[in-house]
């Protein structure tokens, strides 16, 4: 198949290519960048088009379609600069990815769209756990997820099939998450951040990948997916399981009002979670490689 990734060069979409290649598929990367990432450079299968957001011409004769693009969320104060930013680069750009898309004569099967398990609202603790069928929440990150997915399903009118995946913190030795929680714990200060209390619901890269390519392959999956462990764990549990993989100790709590102190209202991000459970997965009997965070780290760091 002829497939297409929007922010095809960040973490995600470098390891989905990576897995569309072994399956013999083109893989066609949508970015700013100007380069082709150096794993891909002799591939004959990846062409790599430096575009703000694809035109209708580049979108022809595609059998999928993955938006993956957005700006992180994570490790910044959310000024008003910033929220205009992170709205900018989802919402605002769906709109325009499928307007262009609209005018294309051979328009994809699929269209994919990357979602985050923000969706749900920040909690305190892991009280309440959310599926795909749970309501919203109304903190900031929350509205603009569900603003995203709104537009998303412009994509209704377009194509035969939309999917939509709510993604977790993503377990991977190429960075994201654990990349900025190693350095405390190898120096021996690692531990749980705030009250500990908030959850982390996470999934390990190549069960997200091949999350995807399920979906992509099942012509009757479409709608909402949790794109997430079923083990989702606490910070202090999180923490202690990463500190036992790294023989490391885990008892140095970083308060809260730091996090707040540096990152604001985005220090939400970490300090609170969601307990998060991939219930539509599970009821279509997908296969976890990595259920445990014990066995993913494993997997990443040994």
């Not at 900025?180 to 009250?195: C, D, N, R, T």
Request: charge should be neutral; glycine fraction near 8%.
């Amino acid at each position: 198949m002829k497939i297409a990734i929007c922010g095809g060069t960040g973490l995600i979409g470098k390891a989905l290519t990576q897995k569309l290649l072994t399956l013999n598929h083109e893989v066609i990367l949508f970015s700013r960048g100007k380069k082709t990432p150096k794993e891909f450079i002799n591939s004959t299968n990846v062409k790599l088009v430096t575009t703000s957001v694809p035109k209708t011409n580049e979108l022809k004769g595609l059998d999928v379609l993955i938006n993956l693009a957005g700006e992180s969320v994570v490790g910044s104060r959310w000024s008003e600069e910033v929220k205009n930013k992170l709205r900018t680069s989802r919402v605002d750009y769906t709109n325009e990815l499928l307007k262009n898309l609209s005018q294309c004569k051979n328009k994809p099967e699929l269209y994919l769209q990357a979602s985050a398990i923000g969706y749900y609202g920040f909690e305190p603790d892991g009280s309440k756990q959310f599926t795909e069928d749970s309501p919203n929440g109304s903190d900031f990150l929350a509205k603009l997820c569900y603003d995203w997915e709104k537009e998303a399903e412009f994509a209704n009118t377009i194509v035969s099939r939309l999917a939509i995946i709510r993604i977790g913190v993503v377990i991977s030795s190429e960075g994201g998450a654990i990349e900025k929680m190693l350095p405390p714990f190898k120096a021996f200060v690692g531990g749980p951040i705030g009250s500990g209390e908030q959850f982390m619901s996470w999934i390990h890269i190549d069960d997200l990948t091949n999350a995807i390519v399920t979906i992509i392959n099942n012509k009757d999956w479409n709608g909402v997916f949790n794109l997430t462990s079923p083990n989702p764990l606490s910070n202090s549990e999180f923490s202690k399981v990463l500190a036992k993989v790294l023989n490391r100790p885990s008892f140095v709590r970083t308060p809260e009002f730091a996090i707040e102190l540096l990152f604001g209202e985005g220090a939400q991000v970490i300090t609170k979670g969601q307990n998060v459970f991939p219930k539509r997965l599970k009821e279509n009997t997908f296969s976890f490689q990595f259920e445990t965070l014990e066995i993913a780290l494993n997997d990443i760091l040994n």
